[in-house]
């Protein structure tokens, strides 16, 4: 049920948005603060509404990282270490060395070596159960990796961009050779692409859909326009958002072929229905695929490539949001800044510093509950909010015929029907639609079976509203600046 959805996201919003992002970022030569500025004042917060929620993203995306590292490290044994309920972390007698299913109490020994070995996960948000000290020491090694990778800026990024992007595809294809030969490998594949119907009236599966867009190409956080101001004035940026767009399209299908191929053999192997392994979020993972490589043939080797393969895509995502922050920092307080810091990579050092403190609360034993609570009200929530609201700006108030006479300056043609169409009409009231029927239809965050505390909840609403408040606050101030009617300001 999720291809669809995905699919008509991608054409009606991913690709037009992404065109558009890269056309305000080549022909401003600003990054989001100043561009969105400039097109359209009233709407001003926009722009640092988005280096918020990529700095806010940036403080517990590395946490998945860190997590990675830990599997990673762990995988290199005569066995491994989620394979057996032999260890010392399994509970015996509530645990199988396979999947049992949706009926039993029972727990598979690779859930249970994420929830006691990794985690070591508390029974709530209440109870922070103190540092798990070895993932905290994973945590500041990809913070470590990430400064290495970023601290000469964007050239040095570009550089090592072109392995961590390229390395994935070797092995997502390596994978996807292996696991089709498996038993049961064509149930799998069948149930990741035949729709189910019924659940495409479901907003969640649109919401869903259309948040994994926005997450995986990186729309409204701001990332694409900072890298776009680094082009030549009339670079080309039809062709890099089409590319852009089927690349990570392509990228997504071809990942869920190689995941669900793998969820179709273990079906195979336990005689369980695919829907009964399937899951979402990052069990998905660093649960099923983790089980899955503990009987695959030389899983010696499958194991650390498909973690290494992990790092090398989460890598990609964090160099983005973290630049973002320190792109944005060095544009409004360059000079004061640098009076203090002396040069520019101490200034990226100080952001890395600064998103590993805050996210120390991640890996804590309880750390699990605050990671869930940070990507709900962040990825979700808060990107919903914000996309429409730089859709209204740009498309709406800056308006459609002003973003073509742009890409006309830059390409030398006007964008074709289709852009402006999606632009006009199509893009903001698919974004406005999925808003207003998320919130109509809200169900409060939860982790599996747990629920979080009211308090939680509005400590969500609050990582939701330091992103988002930026927008009525910088409209407020506008109006109050200059004179005139609200069409003048």
């Given at each position: 049920a999720f291809m669809i959805p995905y699919l008509v996201m991608v054409i009606l919003c991913g690709i037009p948005l992404l065109f558009m992002e890269f056309a305000i970022g080549q022909y401003t030569r600003l990054g989001p603060v100043h561009a969105l500025a400039?097109?359209?004042?009233?709407?001003?917060?926009?722009?640092?509404?988005?280096?918020?929620?990529?700095?806010?993203?940036?403080?517990?995306?590395?946490?998945?990282?860190?997590?990675a590292l830990f599997y990673l490290f762990n995988s290199f044994g005569a066995t491994l270490p989620w394979k057996s309920c032999n260890n010392t972390w399994n509970a015996v007698g509530n645990c199988s060395t396979g999947f049992p299913g949706n009926t039993t109490h029972l727990q598979s020994a690779s859930q249970q070596f994420f929830d006691h070995r990794l985690l070591e996960k508390t029974s709530g948000i209440e109870e922070a159960g103190g540092l798990r000290w070895e993932l905290f020491g994973c945590l500041l090694i990809s913070w470590v990796i990430v400064y290495l990778c970023i601290f000469k800026g964007v050239k040095s990024t570009g550089k090592v961009v072109y392995f961590t992007a390229v390395f994935p595809y070797f092995i997502l294809f390596a994978l996807l050779i292996n696991n089709v030969q498996l038993p049961g490998a064509k149930n799998g594949i069948l149930y990741f692409v035949t729709p189910v119907w019924s659940k495409l009236f479901e907003v969640k599966v649109w919401v869903n859909a259309a948040a994994q867009v926005f997450n995986s190409i990186g729309i409204a956080f701001g990332s694409m326009i900072s890298m776009a101001s680094y082009n030549k004035f009339n670079n080309n940026i039809l062709r890099d958002a089409l590319i852009v767009s089927f690349t990570n399209s392509f990228t997504s299908i071809l990942a869920g072929f190689v995941i669900f191929s793998a969820i179709g053999y273990m079906a195979h192997i336990h005689n369980l229905p695919v829907d009964n392994i399937a899951t979402d979020g990052p069990g998905l993972v660093f649960v099923v695929y983790p089980e899955v490589l503990s009987t695959m043939p030389v899983f010696q080797l499958w194991a650390p490539l498909f973690f290494f393969m992990l790092l090398c895509l989460g890598l990609d995502s964090q160099f983005a949001t973290v630049e973002v922050a320190v792109t944005f920092i060095k544009d409004e307080f360059g000079p004061n800044v640098?009076?203090?810091?002396?040069?520019?990579?101490?200034?990226?050092?100080?952001?890395?510093?600064?998103?590993?403190?805050?996210?120390?609360?991640?890996?804590?034993?309880?750390?699990?509950?605050?990671?869930?609570?940070?990507?709900?009200?962040?990825?979700v929530v808060s990107l919903m909010f914000l996309a429409f609201f730089e859709v209204v700006a740009v498309c709406w108030i800056f308006?459609?015929?002003?973003?073509?006479?742009?890409?006309?300056?830059?390409?030398?043609?006007?964008?074709?029907?289709?852009?402006?169409?999606?632009?006009?009409?199509?893009?903001?009231?698919?974004?406005?639609?999925?808003?207003?029927?998320?919130?109509?239809?809200?169900?409060?965050?939860?982790?599996?079976?747990?629920?979080?505390?009211?308090?939680?909840?509005?400590?969500g609403w609050g990582i939701s509203l330091v992103s988002i408040v930026w927008i009525p606050l910088g409209a407020i101030q506008e109006i109050y600046n200059n004179k005139g009617s609200l069409l003048q300001v």
């Open positions: 400039k097109i359209c004042p009233l709407l001003k917060g926009v722009g640092l509404a988005t280096v918020v929620i990529s700095f806010v993203f940036s403080t517990y995306y590395n946490v998945l990282m860190s997590w640098l009076r203090f810091l002396k040069r520019e990579e101490l200034l990226a050092l100080a952001v890395c510093v600064f998103c590993f403190m805050l996210g120390i609360p991640h890996v804590t034993k309880g750390g699990i509950y605050v990671f869930q609570l940070m990507d709900h009200y962040t990825a308006g459609v015929p002003r973003i073509s006479f742009m890409v006309k300056r830059m390409l030398g043609k006007t964008p074709n029907i289709y852009f402006r169409l999606c632009w006009l009409l199509l893009c903001p009231m698919l974004v406005l639609c999925i808003l207003i029927f998320s919130i109509v239809q809200y169900t409060p965050v939860h982790y599996g079976k747990y629920t979080y505390p009211v308090w939680a909840e509005w400590a």
